[in-house]
């Protein structure tokens, strides 16, 4: 047998290991808790931390009225106005460029609420002042004024989920994040379809794990 043969040989069964290892990382990969996959309600809000420059000053707004509106049309979740009642927490933040922002924005709290998809209708009133989503004790009430910053702000949106029903969910890491360039831009909501499809896979990852 020649050195080159031999060395074919040799390589060949390497190479088929490695295949062999992609796969099962493949399969390995990580699911979306169970707890996370029985969700049924959700709270979208404004990351706390979120700025906005000041030629767009509801940006983070209308992010998140976008959101809502995707996942009313999605018709997965019912929304909800409080974290406690909620079983998964959406916090959404605007890329924007570097420059002047403007953080804590009154534009960002809203007592009513009034959002329309064509087939379905939300109302809702917040009453009184919404619940911490994060340990108040860490900022302190002049955190949550509004102010103009120069500090430089992610150029990327975010999308993170929380889990809910516990306090301050937001000081918990998220179980799922997708941060990419417009990923918050209406109509396309890629955010909201990559979230759709992060389910679909774990939901059928789940049913090929429970396979006798």
Do not use: C
């Not at 190479?15 to 959700?42: C, F, H, M, Y």
């Not at 404004?46 to 983070?60: D, H, K, V, Y």
């Not at 516990?166 to 831009?185: F, H």
Request: charged fraction near 25%; hydrophobic fraction near 35%; proline fraction near 8%.
């Amino acid at each position: 047998m020649s050195i080159r043969i031999a060395t074919i040989l040799l390589v060949l069964p390497l190479l088929s290991g490695l295949q062999g290892d992609a796969k099962n990382k493949k399969k390995q990969k990580q699911l979306l808790p169970d707890d996370i996959l029985r969700a049924e309600t959700v709270l979208v809000v404004i990351q706390p931390e979120a700025g906005e420059p000041l030629s767009a000053p509801t940006a983070n707004r209308t992010a998140q009225e976008d959101v809502e509106k995707a996942l009313m049309k999605w018709g997965r979740f019912r929304l909800v106005m409080e974290s406690q009642t909620a079983d998964l927490v959406i916090a959404v933040q605007k890329g924007h460029a570097s420059g002047p922002t403007i953080k804590n924005s009154p534009a960002d709290n809203r007592p009513t609420i009034y959002e329309s998809t064509g087939g379905e209708v939300r109302v809702g009133a917040q009453q009184g002042r919404p619940p911490d989503i994060t340990n108040p004790g860490l900022g302190g009430p002049e955190g949550k004024t509004p102010r103009i910053s120069n500090e430089v702000g992610p150029s990327e949106d975010m999308f993170a989920v929380y889990r809910g029903g516990v306090s301050y969910p937001l000081d918990s890491a998220p179980v799922w994040r997708y941060v990419a360039k417009d990923a918050l831009s209406s109509p396309r909501m890629d955010a909201v379809e990559q979230f759709r499809k992060a389910i679909s896979e774990s939901e059928e990852q789940r049913r090929q794990r429970q396979k006798p």
